[in-house]
Nanobody
């Protein structure tokens, strides 16, 4: 069983930046063989997948975050990152990581609030 722990969220002004981290523990070899994703859930909305990265490093983004967010992974550390720049109030949400097909148990997420 894999456990996911997200961190790095906080309160930031519009236009600011944050870097989120997601560390996987448990059956570690699973991490290297899975495409990973960052998801977010805003109040009153469905959870959405915003960025993915394959085992080979190919990335993909939802249109609303393209050119502002960058997903990366460090397989040696079993960690996936999300660099978020030019943040907007509409980016406010709880951010989670999981496999691209969300097959692992969800972590607690990390709150990102973009507000002046």
């Amino acid at each position: 069983q894999v456990q996911l722990v997200e961190s790095g969220g906080g309160l930031v002004q519009p236009g600011g930046s944050l870097r989120l981290s997601c560390a996987a523990s448990g059956v570690i070899f699973h991490f290297n063989f899975n495409a990973m994703g960052w998801y977010r859930q805003a109040p009153g909305k469905e959870r959405e997948l915003v960025a993915t990265i394959t085992t080979g490093g190919t990335t993909n983004y939802v249109e609303s975050v393209k050119d502002r967010f960058t997903i990366s992974r460090d397989n040696a550390k079993n960690t996936v990152y999300l660099q978020m720049n030019s943040l907007k109030p509409e980016d406010t949400a709880v951010y989670y990581c999981n496999t691209r097909d969300s097959k692992w148990n969800w972590g607690q997420g990390t709150q990102v609030t973009v507000s002046s």
